[in-house]
């Protein structure tokens, strides 16, 4: 999979959800509505989540340096490992206190309409969201299942908004199949109810995402088919196998690979490094993403005789 940020989907997402948060601050205000809120609290938690997405991608591209000379790739992964925990805290834990705090002390919607026809707005405008983050990611996603997208992704950022996305929208549904109970039962447990079901909706994506996420974050290797490939691409010419091989992804789009590699006996140290230097070649035109490459020359002692 192409490490691309999938940034035109960051800012999609982050130009809807400030003018949802908006528009649904607004609702709440005038309905009262305890799904108005917990949506338009969920949206504000969106957009800061956007923002800090695009600041991880800027400070990713900083300079390598001596106290970390392998550069700032992973500052991605904290990013979007940050914006797991607040959809958690902001989104989920606001949610189900508000939840459950209209729950105890239930009160009538005023002017649901208003409610209803920001909510309505309001899906059209995630969906746009939606439909450019599933865009971005099918550009590098190939044969694997969103499922698998998401699972095996090296590139944070688009699982990351997929499924806040997706949540949005379930959680608009949800809003606005409370407001709508409320106001055709004449019972604001309805909206509560609905605002207690958006909190654990959020919780289940939060805490999808903070797993993938701090994965990432402590370090994934090559996926077995990437692997098997890198490892072909070195068992050529004089290179006579890989005794092992350890990989690690430092970024989204910088994979590190460390292998011992059996050579033929008896090469002069200009061969071997001419093999080498072949065999990083190899790999590096096969995966892109393999840009440090360390080999270390030995010799196959499993075909030595006792």
Same mark, same amino acid.
């Given at each position: ?67 970390? !000379?392998?550069?700032?790739?992973? $500052? ?6 940050? @914006?797991?925990? &607040? /959809?958690?805290?902001?989104? =989920? ?65 688009? !699982?990351?908004?997929?499924?806040? $996305? ?6 608009? @549904?949800?809003? &606005? /199949?409370?407001?709508?109970? =409320? ?6 447990v309805w909206d509560a109810i609905g605002t207690i079901c958006i909190g654990v909706l959020l919780g289940v994506i939060a805490i999808i995402l903070i797993i993938e996420m701090k994965s990432l974050l402590i370090g994934e290797g090559a996926a077995p088919a990437e692997l098997g490939t890198i490892v072909d691409e070195l068992a ?30 008896? /090469? ?39």
């Amino acid at each position: 999979m192409s490490a691309g940020g999938g940034t035109k989907a960051i800012i999609a997402a982050l130009v809807a959800n400030a003018g949802i948060a908006v528009a649904k601050f607004v609702g709440f205000l005038v309905t009262g509505s305890s799904s108005m809120l917990a949506e338009a609290v969920h949206s504000v938690a969106d957009t800061s989540n956007q923002g800090l997405l695009l600041l991880g991608q800027k400070t990713s591209r900083r300079q390598a340096t001596a106290n970390h !000379p392998f550069g700032f790739g992973r $500052d991605r992964y904290f990013y979007s490992f940050v @914006v797991a925990l &607040l /959809l958690f805290s902001m989104g =989920s834990v606001f949610a189900l206190y508000e939840g459950i705090h209209k729950l105890e002390s239930a009160e009538e919607l005023s002017s649901p309409i208003v409610a209803v026809i920001i909510l309505v707005v309001a899906i059209g405008l995630e969906t746009y969201s939606f439909k450019t983050a599933i865009s971005e990611s099918k550009l590098i996603k190939g044969n694997a299942t969103w499922w698998q997208f998401i699972r095996q992704s090296k590139v944070p950022e688009l !699982p990351v908004v997929l499924l806040e $996305d997706a949540g949005a929208l379930f959680g608009l @549904v949800l809003a &606005l /199949l409370g407001v709508g109970l =409320s106001t055709v039962t004449g019972d604001p447990v309805w909206d509560a109810i609905g605002t207690i079901c958006i909190g654990v909706l959020l919780g289940v994506i939060a805490i999808i995402l903070i797993i993938e996420m701090k994965s990432l974050l402590i370090g994934e290797g090559a996926a077995p088919a990437e692997l098997g490939t890198i490892v072909d691409e070195l068992a050529v010419g004089e290179v006579q196998r890989v005794i092992h091989i350890r990989t690690q992804y430092i970024g989204p789009d910088e994979l590190l690979v460390a292998a011992k590699i059996a050579l033929s006996p008896g /090469l002069p140290a200009a061969d071997v490094a001419r093999a080498i230097d072949e065999a990083e070649q190899r790999v590096r035109t096969k995966v892109p993403a393999a840009r440090l490459i360390y080999l270390e020359p030995d010799l196959d002692r499993s075909l030595t005789t006792p």
